[in-house]
């Protein structure tokens, strides 16, 4: 069997035409999609990007494989020693290569997060370009096509393709913007006076700080396609149209690909797999353009599989599947539809009964991790979405929140104060969830615990934050900002401090005696 599987960065399930977007964003997608089986809950354990591409890739929570952030100990993959991987904890790509399978990427991952344990899953990985990441589809597509030239009379491979389209910033020709725009009206979500409430809430990638970074200057770097801040309707239509055109713009280059594979006689026999690593918040909880809290839009991914001789075979009724999944239960899914043995410290369960047409039993409940602009974990059941935030980085977020998804799919209603005995049972989920992970005989400590002296704070630091907000006019929001961090300002080391604090102890010790003084 040849598979490919398509990682496409941010592509948030609910603007493609597969799950029911009403802009022609992606007919190319919907084309595979009309023989394959599409997953309509579909979840990443972990976010963003590089917690979801372990999870993805090791078939575990990064609560057990030890990355749920994006730098320090909070994005250190737990490593086998030795010189073998674990039988029982191999990466994907190792337990496909173990089943005689030549694994390949063309992907720039693993340089970008400096993820290179990313590297184990394949035997040969190609970088496109030069860039860090944010490379054009057009130049993925070069590198995908011409490994497809020279493997296409080969079988028993697996290729694994990152595309960047929709990430931030959205980089592709206007023009696919315009068509966008032209092809039907932005949802009336949120409206004017929602946006305006929106003003309140503050953070990277709020509405009034939606270009804000520790280095820019605060605008848009491609305002034909972005504006600098969500101050009414037009901004956020500019906005979706952007996101709208960044996708079509991606799928167009998909199209090119699978033209690819048809050209080359192996159309037939290939198993398309298409993904994402998160998706995007486009203001719910006030967060726009942004993949930064455990919350539904950023945590819910497309699944779209298409395995040739059996989903495309199957009743119209047998393509959708609605059980409550994770992105851990692809890894053994790929293995059961293979005929490899499933490793047993995978934490995955296979779904492959779906792929096959067959009755899938959902889970409960998903419990979902983000860390690299908060620190949140969510529990997410069929209606319900409790979030509980353990760091809150620079954003403004409350510490519980509960939504009724189904009936609020823009999460505009806290029910955590009307809802008291669901609340419980929302939290009673996430203590058992996490006892099961970290809280029995031979379990590492969880990473999210272990990091909360330092929190999500790689990419905005909170004290420069707070004096942009006041910079701003914003004073108020500065201090609630502070005040939410109050009980994390003082550094208690349980290991050797990691930088010195000479000056800040001898500036606080100064004040402690001067207020002593000032009392007597």
């Known amino acids: 069997m040849r598979i490919i599987y398509v990682d496409v960065d941010t592509l948030r399930a609910d603007h493609t035409t597969p799950y029911g977007y009403h802009r022609p964003t992606t007919p190319n997608l919907q084309r595979l999609a009309d023989k394959s089986v599409v997953f309509d809950r579909y979840y990443c354990s972990d976010s963003p990007c590089m917690p979801s591409r372990t999870a993805l890739t090791s078939g575990q929570f990064g609560i057990t494989n030890g990355v749920i952030g994006h730098f320090g100990q909070a994005a250190q993959f737990r490593l086998d020693a030795g010189h073998a991987p674990e039988p029982d904890r191999p990466l994907l790509g190792q337990a496909l290569q173990f089943g005689g399978y030549y694994t390949a990427a063309v992907s720039v991952f693993a340089e970008r997060h400096r993820a290179y344990y990313f590297h184990g899953n394949f035997r040969e990985s190609i970088r496109a370009t030069a860039n860090w990441g944010d490379e054009d589809a057009a130049d993925v597509n070069r590198a995908a096509i011409d490994w497809l030239r020279r493997h296409a009379e080969e079988d028993n491979w697996y290729l694994h393709l990152t595309y960047w389209e929709p990430h931030t910033n959205y980089i592709q020709p206007v023009e696919w913007t315009e068509r966008m725009a032209e092809s039907g009206p932005v949802q009336a979500w949120p409206d004017a006076g929602t946006i305006a409430g929106h003003a309140e809430i503050y953070g990277p990638r709020s509405a009034l700080d939606l270009n804000y970074t520790v280095t820019g200057s605060g605008k848009s770097p491609v305002p034909h396609n972005m504006p600098d801040a969500i101050t009414g309707r037009a901004d956020f239509e500019h906005l979706i149209n952007g996101f709208d055109g960044s996708i079509a713009y991606w799928d167009h280059h998909f199209g090119h690909l699978m033209a690819a594979l048809e050209e080359l006689g192996i159309a037939g026999d290939t198993a398309v797999i298409v993904s994402a690593d998160h998706g995007e918040s486009l203001g719910e909880n006030g967060s726009y353009a942004e993949h930064g809290l455990a919350n539904e839009p950023t945590h819910r991914l497309p699944l779209v599989f298409y395995w040739p001789g059996l989903t495309d075979q199957l009743p119209d009724a047998a393509r959708h599947s609605d059980a409550l999944l994770y992105n851990i239960d692809f890894a053994p899914t790929l293995c059961e539809l293979l005929g490899l043995r499933i490793p047993h410290g995978w934490q995955g369960e296979s779904f492959a009964a779906a792929v096959r047409g067959e009755t899938l039993d959902s889970r409960e409940y998903l419990v979902l991790g983000h860390g690299a602009h908060t620190y949140q974990r969510a529990v997410r059941t069929r209606d319900h979405l409790y979030i509980r935030t353990y760091h809150p980085g620079c954003f403004r977020t409350e510490w519980e ?31 058992q969830w996490w006892h099961t992970y970290a809280g029995r005989p031979g379990a590492l400590p969880d990473p999210m615990q272990t990091t909360l002296q330092t929190g999500p704070t790689y990419y905005n630091d909170p004290v420069r934050y707070a004096r942009h907000l006041r910079d701003t006019g914003r004073e108020h929001l500065a201090q609630d900002l502070e005040q939410r961090l109050a009980t994390l300002s003082i550094p208690v080391s349980w290991q050797a401090a990691d930088r010195p604090r000479t000056e800040a102890l001898r500036a606080r010790w100064m004040q402690v005696l001067s207020e002593g003084a000032q009392q007597h």
């Open 401 to 431: 929140q509960l939504y009724d998804v189904t009936a609020d799919p823009y999460l505009t209603t806290d029910l955590l104060d009307r809802e008291p005995e669901l609340a419980t049972a929302m939290r009673s989920k996430l203590a």
